[in-house]
């Protein structure tokens, strides 16, 4: 069983800072590319940042300087730095990646339940 957990989410005001970590835990083989993802009420989910294994990054323009995705393979986590924060920022945060399993030995995709973040003007 793999699972994906966020948290470090929260209420914050407008050019403010979060920094919601994600862990992967059970049986892991291997952690391959991590990302987040966000969904805003009444809106489809977006992809917000990836990063490789080899620690490649992309981001959606609309957060590219602001935010700051990052990874941490010992421990199977990945962080997302989120800076002036913005009310269109509002939306519930979602963790993803591809992992390969001890169970599967394949690579099968994931997702976390998900970590509000709200952003007050």
């Known amino acids: 069983q793999v699972q994906l957990v966020e948290s470090g989410g929260g209420l914050v005001q407008a050019g403010g800072s979060l920094r919601p970590p994600c862990a992967a835990s059970g049986s892991i083989f291997k952690l391959h590319a991590m990302g987040w993802y966000r969904q805003a009420p009444g809106k489809q989910r977006e992809g917000v940042a990836t990063?490789?294994?080899?620690?490649?990054?992309h981001y959606a323009d609309s957060v590219k300087g602001r935010f700051a995705i990052s990874r941490d393979n010992p421990n199977n986590m990945v962080y997302l730095q989120m800076n002036s924060l913005k009310p269109e920022d509002t939306a519930v945060y979602y963790c993803n990646a591809d992992i390969v399993s001890w169970t599967t030995g394949r690579a099968s995709n994931y997702w976390g339940q998900g970590t509000q973040v709200t952003v007050s003007s």
């Open positions: 990063i490789t294994t080899g620690c490649v990054t």
